[in-house]
């Protein structure tokens, strides 16, 4: 039994691996992506988030996760995984949001989710080709309409 256990974890983790690196093609349409567009992602992207019908001044940061947890079991390196957070002065008052579960669709083309104290919802990002500039719309979840959101990244 132990045995199996073993094989069973090291499966799990060639597996993981194998799905964490990435793969040449889009699942979905059958297309390459373009080749290590998304290394160039973390980072902080100045820009103008629309909230309330005004542009809203802006910061995005997308980050990589170091590690990842398997709950009460065990924390391995998660390569890849990417993070986030924004803040955005709206009526002078700051207010901070989440990222998370982002997934690349298309080359160039990043969704996640958003999480804030006005609620969860959707956002889509459009980089540019050296990844320094993103077009991005968002949503809120369970309403159709769309609203802009876009950065530029910071020169360090």
């Not at 919802?121 to 968002?138: H, I, Y």
Request: proline share 3%.
């Amino acid at each position: 039994m132990r045995k199996n256990y073993k094989i069973l974890l090291a499966a799990m983790c060639v597996t993981m691996l194998i799905l964490i690196s990435g793969c040449s093609t889009n699942w979905l349409t059958g297309q390459p992506y373009q080749e290590g567009w998304s290394r160039g992602l973390p980072g902080s992207y100045d820009g103008v988030i629309v909230s309330g019908g005004n542009n809203c001044d802006g910061v995005t940061r997308i980050y990589r996760l170091s590690i990842f947890e398997i709950p009460m079991v065990v924390k391995l390196p998660r390569i890849g995984t990417l993070a986030g957070d924004y803040e955005f002065l709206e009526n002078g008052n700051k207010i901070s949001g989440t990222l998370y579960d982002f997934q690349a669709h298309d080359p160039l083309v990043l969704k996640c989710k958003w999480r804030d104290k006005y609620g969860t919802g959707s956002l889509e990002m459009l980089f540019s080709e050296d990844v320094a500039q993103f077009a991005g719309q968002w949503g809120v979840d369970g309403y159709a309409e769309k609203f802009g959101w876009n950065g530029g990244k910071k020169v360090q």
